[in-house]
């Protein structure tokens, strides 16, 4: 029996802001803007037959997400092909998300405007965690 | 329909403040009515605009302000204030989860119910502009006008789903697509022949506020068109509204592709 997912050669790429963390980072984001390519998934390839239970593990910034929110066609990918109950995900997206489901976790915990630095950095004051205990990352 | 019932669902919950719906409809009302009398009390000071009485000036405003209510009813998922929201913070992954049209959803997702009050003022300007105007009224005009009144809700309809496609590259509500919409009704409520040529020019040519409601309402007053424009410019409003929202909402796909759902 064929795959019922299958993933070849997926790549998704993301221009993104740096945006400036610490003094001023909101004004010097204003004026100076660096824009860089990331590479979220860089040449995933992957068959998964009816009946299999997959996990799928990677450290933070993986391309994990990133990944499964194509397979739900909530993401184009840059290239390569997806194909799940023999469907192209983002071309039949109503098609398709009538025959899966989805849970997406770690929402609403950051900041969404700021870097994820601030972000713990905010954190750590509302759960009064005092500084000498967390590292810079 | 899913469309009506999300629709309800959004009304109910509305309605589940009544005082705050009540003030919110009146305030609404008040705040454009208000302005309009000022308008009327200085007409009594100059007597006319660029030619025009304050009950063709009222036709203008009324037809606008209505037409940009049921807009903003109809649209207020598309309203770029908050469509860039979910821009901005992922949320739109919950919409495209969902096995509904994507459009059908965005347009249910909020109906604020409040705007009753622009519409109500606008209906009113209308409806006293015309009782004033003594209007040659004939078949054509009499089956023209709800074609009119349509293709406005259309047009201003485009404006708010352009101005969201732009938050796929921007991420933030742009400030400019404001000058097209909230001041586009401005400018919309008074004749064109006031304004300098080159920002007529813009408001005929590039973005149409002009042929909306303007150059029908020539026809309806039976006036030639001051800018040279021969009879069928009037007859422009319902393929300028319905063009550029089917334009937009062509726009709004293609956009999509950028959609880069922020967050995990």
């Given amino acids: 029996m064929g795959a019922i997912i299958s ?23 204003l004026v100076a803007r660096e824009m860089r390519t990331v590479t979220a998934v860089d040449d995933v390839s992957v068959d998964i037959h009816p009946g299999e ?11 994990k997400s990133t990944t499964i929110k ?18 192209v995900p983002w071309r039949e997206r109503r098609a398709h998300v009538a025959g899966i489901g989805a849970v997406f976790g770690q929402r609403n915990t950051l900041w969404w405007d700021l ?23 | 329909m899913i469309y009506f019932r999300l629709i309800a669902a959004s009304m109910r919950s ?25 308008l009327a ?61 994507l459009i059908v959803q965005i347009l249910a997702s909020e109906f604020v119910l409040r705007r ?19 209007i040659a009224w004939t078949p054509l005009k009499l089956a023209y006008l709800p074609l009119v009144f349509a293709s406005a809700v259309a047009f201003y309809g485009a404006l708010f789903v352009a101005g969201a496609t732009l938050s796929f590259w921007t991420t933030e509500a742009l400030e400019i697509v404001n000058v097209f919409t909230y001041g586009g009704t401005t400018m919309a409520s008074y004749p064109m022949n006031i304004y300098t040529d080159w920002l007529r020019r813009i408001f005929t040519y590039v973005i149409p506020t002009a042929l909306i409601i303007y150059y029908p309402a020539l026809f309806f007053f039976d006036l030639p068109d001051p800018a ?11 393929l300028a509204g319905f063009g550029l929202l089917a334009l937009a909402f062509l726009g709004f796909r293609f956009g999509l592709r950028r959609y880069a759902s922020t967050g995990v």
Avoid: C
């Fill in chain 1, 7 to 29: 993933l070849e050669h997926l790549r998704k790429t993301f221009r993104v802001a740096d945006r400036p963390s610490g003094r001023l980072a909101g004004l010097r984001g």
């Fill in chain 1, 53 to 63: 239970i997959v996990g799928y593990l990677g450290p933070n910034g993986a391309g």
């Fill in chain 1, 70 to 87: 194509i397979m739900t066609g909530i993401l184009v990918p840059t290239s390569g092909g997806v194909r799940v109950n023999g469907r």
């Fill in chain 1, 115 to 137: 870097p994820v630095q601030d972000s713990f950095d905010l954190l750590r004051h509302i759960y009064a965690i005092p500084a000498a205990a967390t590292r810079r990352i």
């Fill in chain 2, 14 to 38: 509305q309605l589940q403040y009544r005082v705050s719906f009540t003030l919110d409809t009146l305030g609404a009302f008040l705040s454009t009515f208000v302005e309009f009398l000022a």
């Fill in chain 2, 41 to 101: 009390l200085a007409f009594g000071r100059f007597g006319g605009l660029g030619g025009w009485s304050i009950w063709q000036i009222a036709f203008l405003w009324g037809l606008t302000e209505a037409a940009f209510g049921v807009m903003d009813m109809l649209f207020s998922g598309f309203d770029p204030a908050s469509f860039s929201q979910h821009v901005r913070r992922g949320t739109l992954d919950q919409i495209l989860l969902r096995p509904v049209n």
């Fill in chain 2, 116 to 134: 009753v009050g622009r519409i109500l003022e606008g209906g009113l300007i209308f409806v006293l502009a015309v009782a004033n105007l003594g």
């Fill in chain 2, 228 to 238: 040279g424009l021969p009879v069928w410019a009037s007859f422009l409003a319902p």
